[in-house]
């Protein structure tokens, strides 16, 4: 890796780390920058889950004080999260690599369209948050961040703004409360997917380092001023990259 390239995936992981700690959807801006330096999808999506977990804590860290109150919350979903991001890593590794070229686009594709019908999520949470009071975590919310976290830990492009979406309607609380737990709930799925790849798979440290240092960095970015990102240039920022990315699974 030329120093330019390095400084190019450092640069993405600290859009990635920030904009996950914002909202989710950082894979989107780091997977393309990996797949246009050669490294192959699924290493590059390995090596890419181990150094955006360091952002995911520096995230976490960054919204401590709306995290307050939330620890049995966040014990029954993190459980869940816990399950499903192991159950997804065992299925990036045993499934052939081909499978995973042929899902990621279609995966992306959905990410993109999530990302997009966002602000839509978001007046939903406002509408519902005004109506009758949204019910504490139950079942059909357990059962979502499970299957959220298998698609996190398979390839976690907008995890984030799945696990938004669902606590957003299902729970009764406030905003920035919410993103804070998505937060530790998506900690929760990197972290048992890396230690899963450790155990299982080949991983680009030099790729790892960079983006784990861009990460930590842009976790805190996002904690302190990346609410004030315009969200439409965001999501047209992730949009073009995640086509990108698309584009360039096709090709090869």
Do not use: C
Request: aromatic share 4%.
């Amino acid at each position: 890796m030329t120093l330019w390239e390095g400084l190019l995936v450092l640069v993405a992981g600290l859009g990635a780390g920030t904009i996950n700690t914002v909202v989710g959807s950082g894979t989107l801006i780091t997977f393309p920058v990996l797949l246009a330096l050669g490294l192959p999808p699924v290493t590059a999506n390995v090596s890419n889950t181990l150094g955006l977990v360091p952002g995911a804590l520096s995230g976490a860290i960054g919204y401590r004080r709306e995290l307050t109150g939330q620890a049995p919350r966040l014990r029954r979903l993190g459980a869940a999260a816990l399950l499903g991001g192991l159950l997804g890593a065992y299925l990036l590794v045993r499934l052939p690599g081909s499978a995973f070229k042929a899902i990621v686009p279609v995966l992306i594709l959905l990410a993109l369209v999530l990302v997009v019908v966002q602000p839509r999520v978001a007046r939903a949470m406002a509408a519902r948050r005004r109506g009758e009071a949204a019910a504490e975590a139950g079942p059909l919310l357990l059962a979502g961040v499970f299957l959220t976290g298998v698609y996190g830990g398979y390839f976690g492009a907008a995890q984030g703004v799945l696990l938004i979406a669902l606590m957003g309607m299902l729970l009764d609380d406030g905003m920035q409360r919410i993103n804070a737990a998505k937060n530790v709930l998506a900690l929760i799925v990197n972290g048992v997917a890396a230690v899963f790849f450790l155990l299982t798979s080949h991983i680009d440290w030099t790729v790892v380092l960079l983006i784990a240092a861009g990460s930590v960095l842009g976790g805190q970015l996002g904690a302190r001023i990346g609410r004030r990102l315009a969200p439409p240039v965001l999501r047209g920022i992730i949009v073009a990259v995640g086509l990108v990315a698309v584009g360039r699974l096709l090709v090869t």
